[in-house]
């Protein structure tokens, strides 16, 4: 049985790399008596996967965990038995059976959606108006916003604007940015680089540290061509 779990992480937990949260969780499933399989061999371990690691210092209301199960409880049940054994900053809101034959997270991810806001004590360059006018002139009037985009072993030229689904200047209690990217293994597109590319060719200097970066969900697209939220894939358990 194919169990998607939904998370938020927040606060301090936000500074707790992947490998780290592999652990907690494999105590924590332990702790909450989730009847998850194992895997066969010599060294057992729990069958489960995450849709797409998340950064150190960002923040998220969309995190995904798949597991596969032997048996389980409701919906309910589960998500008050794992919130139990859960540390501030980590929140189970999504418990959903999948259909037996179902991908995992991490095969079918498609897009993320994410707000970049400026921290309190950096001020944006730009007015929330400006900006609208600046991404206007700068990327969406442009065929084309290509980059050279390094990596530990070589460096390309990447057209970023097909890797972009949805851009715009957010204006609540700070100015920042909403940004919908192209996520997964073939084409992951960390939405600080689109912005640093911005920087980069309006000649302002790019501080990764004035930012607070926010993943509001994770989607894959459907037959149609339409992005559809992990969490709302496979049905609550009564």
């Not at 779990?5 to 907690?24: A, C, E, N």
């Not at 489960?48 to 032997?70: H, K, Q, R």
């Not at 940004?179 to 590319?197: F, R």
Request: glycine fraction near 8%; aromatic fraction near 10%; charge should be negative.
């Amino acid at each position: 049985m194919k169990i998607r779990i939904k998370f938020q992480k927040s606060g301090v937990m936000k500074f707790v790399g992947h490998l780290d949260m592999m652990r907690y969780f494999q105590r924590a499933i332990r702790r909450a008596e989730i009847d998850i399989c194992y895997s066969e061999g010599f060294s057992p371990h729990q069958k489960m996967s995450f849709a797409s690691p998340l950064g150190v210092g960002i923040t998220s209301d969309g995190e995904y965990l798949d597991i596969d199960v032997n048996s389980t409880k409701s919906t309910a049940e589960s998500l008050a038995a794992l919130n139990k054994t859960m540390v501030e900053g980590i929140r189970i809101v999504g418990y959903r059976q999948l259909p037996e034959h179902a991908k995992t997270s991490m095969a079918i991810i498609a897009a993320g959606r994410y707000t970049m806001t400026y921290k309190e004590g950096y001020d944006s360059p730009y007015t929330y108006e400006e900006w609208k006018q600046v991404l206007k002139e700068q990327f969406f009037d442009q065929d084309q916003f290509v980059i050279l985009k390094k990596t530990k072993k070589s460096e390309r030229e990447v057209d970023l604007k097909p890797l972009v689904f949805d851009f715009d200047v957010t204006e609540d209690d700070n100015i920042g940015f909403s940004l919908c990217v192209s996520t997964g293994s073939t084409d992951n597109l960390k939405p600080e680089l689109v912005i640093s590319s911005i920087y980069e060719k309006l000649g302002l200097t790019f501080d990764p540290l004035a930012f607070q970066i926010h993943r509001v969900d994770l989607y894959t697209k459907t037959g149609d061509g339409q992005f559809l939220s992990l969490g709302e894939m496979g049905e609550e358990i009564v």
